[in-house]
């Protein structure tokens, strides 16, 4: 069973930056897409960036130039560095991965198969 577990959310004030991480254990396979999301309550889960074990990456419009996503392989985990945060930024970070085969849209929902608890990140204005 894999698992995913995020950390590094908390408060932050407008400007500032932050860095989260995604722990995946119990991965069984080299290759994988993974991907950081979004929701606030009672909205839809909304689409961060995505990473692949080739180090490829893919943002959402309203992060690029400011939102980065890493990975280390290793394990593997997956980090979102976050600057000039804003306060639209506020939200429940979610963490996912998705095991071979990788078909369908890299920064959709239905991709992933795998999903953290999820982080809470807060940007005060």
């Known amino acids: 069973q894999v698992l995913l577990l995020e950390s590094g959310g908390g408060s932050v004030q407008t400007g500032g930056s932050m860095r989260l991480s995604c722990v995946a254990s119990g991965y069984a396979y080299t290759k994988y897409w993974a991907a950081w999301f979004r929701q606030n309550p009672g909205q839809r889960r909304e689409p961060v960036a995505h990473?692949?074990?080739?180090?490829?990456?893919e943002y959402h419009d309203s992060v690029k130039g400011r939102f980065t996503i890493s990975a280390d392989n290793a394990k593997p985990t997956i980090y979102l560095q976050m600057n000039n945060l804003k306060p639209e930024d506020t939200a429940m970070y979610f963490c996912a991965l998705n095991h071979p085969p990788h078909t369908g849209p890299r920064l959709w929902t239905d991709t992933y198969n795998t999903w953290g608890q999820g982080t809470q990140v807060t940007v005060s204005s």
């Open positions: 990473i692949d074990s080739n180090g490829n990456t």
